[in-house]
């Protein structure tokens, strides 16, 4: 157990639909990182956020968003669902915004199914 | 992100055998970390390396960050059947972690 929580773990929705996925950071750790795993392009990195603040972008579409809350939960909002979006999507903590010696710990993520 | 290049895809061993798998990039990293993945779960951190030359063990894995910082393997020795899973190597820039595209590790008792 990474300590690292994600609710829900599965989720099924239609096109067109908006979800939320909610990820609660291990105890102390400030950022939290999104990643999408999908069978053909692997795991990717969506975005970071640290204390708060967005940190860092990477291949997130502009239908997805997302935000960390005082208490350092995070959400990831997908909007307007497509087909393709249906994928794992895992949330990692660490302790520090940035850092060569910054370690990730992975939650158990959450399996979204478009239909 | 950038691309690693991660091999052998896939690989079916026996009980006892020894495992090596890599992970090449383009790039340079000051973080290598190596992952393991069951089905349905999220990625557990096996080892992570910080510096080149580095050779870091846990148990029967280990671990190197090659001296040029754009590679590494990963040995297991004696494998069990409980190791079977996929592997990921991923290098850490700035910060994101890039994934190579895994190890799929099948062991027969």
């Known amino acids: 157990d990474s300590g690292v929580t994600q609710t829900p773990k599965h989720l099924i929705t239609a096109t067109g639909q908006r979800v939320t996925l909610r990820c609660s950071p291990r105890s102390g750790d400030l950022s939290v990182y999104w990643y999408q795993q999908s069978l053909d392009q692997g795991l990717q990195f969506l975005i970071q956020y640290y204390n708060g603040e967005e940190r860092a972008k990477g291949n997130i579409l502009e239908r997805f968003s997302a935000q960390q809350f005082p208490d350092l939960h995070s959400e990831l909002n997908l909007s307007s669902l497509e087909l393709g979006d249906s994928a794992l999507y895992f949330c990692?903590?660490?302790?520090?915004?940035?850092?060569?010696?910054?370690?990730?710990?992975f939650g158990p993520g959450t399996r979204l199914t478009v239909l | 992100g950038q691309q690693l290049n991660q091999s052998p895809q896939s690989m079916f061993i026996q009980e006892g055998e020894d495992v090596s798998m890599n992970c090449t990039s383009s790039?340079?990293?000051?973080?290598w970390l190596w992952y393991k993945q069951d089905p349905g779960e999220g990625p557990v951190l096996l080892i992570a390396l910080y510096k080149a030359g580095e050779l870091t063990s846990n148990g029967r894995l280990t671990a190197q960050f090659g001296i040029t910082r754009k590679d590494s393997f990963l040995n297991i020795s004696a494998s069990i059947p409980s190791d079977v899973g996929i592997y990921f190597c991923a290098g850490l820039s700035g910060y994101a972690l890039n994934f190579g595209k895994g190890t799929s590790l099948l062991v027969t008792p």
């Open positions: 990692a903590s660490s302790v520090m915004s940035r850092g060569d010696t910054d370690t990730q710990y």
């Open positions: 790039s340079i990293f000051n973080t």
